[in-house]
């Protein structure tokens, strides 16, 4: 794999997983559409043998994500972000401990509370924007003899928490464990862990990477092979793989990247803006906005602020559900990161975090018009207020 770590991330989004440079080749890479290859003898490491296990089409993807990372090695495409998670929590041993965000993504706490009855581990849940508070829990869980995995989203999903990602990393070491950082909401072009401290990566290419909510697909990256050793293994016998087109699509989607996530963070900052003290809000996250509790923290370890905000409007429960029946243009419904600007109230869903107050809306915010999507909101809020009433 070439080096690109002297290219902006902006250029390596572009030039990363293209074909080698001669005559008639193509400019993008192919889909390669096949199951299994002609092989004999003893397959050496490396070889195409069966595409459970590797094929040429994952590649380009596995090297534009490693090249956006700066990791030294290929990332490894799963068939969907929880296929990546799954596979980054299956390296808690058995018996062992996890520290997690508390506001974690829900289906993250899901899968560490089964790994939990599964597997006899101590499942800590802790603010993780409260650094004395996780690095008690780490030192804690040395001392009951475990060696940690540190489990991070930094911002968190949903309440926009930001780790202190450099000091719980030290800390974790210390304690002799292992730390694994969800990036899916910073994306690299935010921050890239794995500088930060960061033992394991994991994406869900689903959303802002592949862009388009038309993909469902998910990415674990390391620089240490024997833990990417385990995870392809992993990956491979359980059999969460990348479909090719699939692969395809979040590659062509990536091209874009930059793009797409500059003019998104330019409509969250103003839609923020707007937002704070306005007449029909009750509260407004976003680490962009000084008055956010890691507002200073983000600023220093992050690139941007990224494009997802709270938001909880007038009239509670009942007015935030008719909020989102009042939307023309933002849509109602689950996930983030596609061109489109998103709004979903978290608590409708059965597996959220029950601190996550029961009116707060998840804005994913688009790339359209910041005026046209402040415009649709006010009319909405709105309508939510008449609830206060």
Known sequence: MSDLSHLHPDTTAVTAGRPPRT???????PVVLSSTYYSTGVPEAGDLVYARAGTETWLPLEQALAALERAELPALAFASGMGAISAALDLVPAGGEVVIPRHSYHASLVAARHLAER?????TEVDIAETEQVTAALTSSAQ????PVLWVESPTNPMLEVADLPVLAEATHAAGGLVIADNTFATPLGQRPLELGADVVVHSVTKYLAGHSDVVL???????????QHLHTRRSIGGAIAGPWEAWLALRGMRTLSLRVQRAQQNAAALAAHLSGHPHVVAVGYPGLPDHPQHQRAADQMNGF??????RPLGGVAGADALTRAVQLWLPATSLGGVESLLERRRRLAAEAPTVPEDLLRLSVGIEDADDLIADLDRALAVAAEYAR
């Open 119 to 123: 597997s006899g581990v101590t499942v």
């Open 218 to 228: 998910g990415a674990v990256l390391t620089n240490d092979s024997s833990l990417h």
């Open 144 to 147: 009951r003899g475990h060696a």
């Open 306 to 311: 990224g494009s997802i905000l709270t938001l």
């Open 23 to 29: 005559e008639q080749t193509p400019v993008n890479a």
